[in-house]
């Protein structure tokens, strides 16, 4: 099993920038493919961006694609989403959540999720 625990989240002004980072229990962390999403109020939650159990390989979604950076340090155990140029529509609660199957977007793929950590980006 694994437990996870999202931090970085807060408020930011368009254009600015955030670094959200996701803790995970147990040893087997570096087993497991690592997404984030995101859900803003009133709408579902939607894919963000998922990397690799080795890291070799990301995925975004298009909305972020050219702004986001997803990362992991196996050895720490963490998990990295590095959010530049941010616009008032990524304002939402962000997810981390593990997978074992390979760099999947749906919700419904993965097993383990964090309770969330909010971004707020004002214009």
């Known amino acids: 099993q694994v437990q996870l625990v999202e931090s970085g989240g807060g408020l930011v002004q368009a254009g600015g920038s955030l670094r959200l980072s996701c803790a995970a229990s147990?040893?087997?962390?570096?087993?497991?493919?690592m997404g984030w999403f995101r859900q803003a109020p009133g709408k579902e939650r939607e894919f963000v961006a998922v990397?690799?159990?080795?890291?070799?390989?990301?995925y975004y979604a298009d909305s972020v694609k050219g702004r986001f950076t997803i990362s992991r340090d196996n050895a720490k155990n963490t998990v990295y989403l590095q959010m530049n140029s941010l616009q008032p529509e990524d304002t939402a609660v962000y997810y981390c959540?593990?997978?074992?199957?390979?760099?999947?977007?749906?919700?419904?793929?993965?097993?383990?999720w964090g309770q969330g950590t909010q971004v707020t980006v004002s214009s």
């Open positions: 959540a593990a997978s074992l199957l390979n760099l999947r977007v749906g919700v419904r793929e993965y097993a383990y």
């Open positions: 147990g040893r087997t962390f570096s087993s497991y493919d």
């Open positions: 990397i690799s159990w080795s890291g070799g390989s990301t």
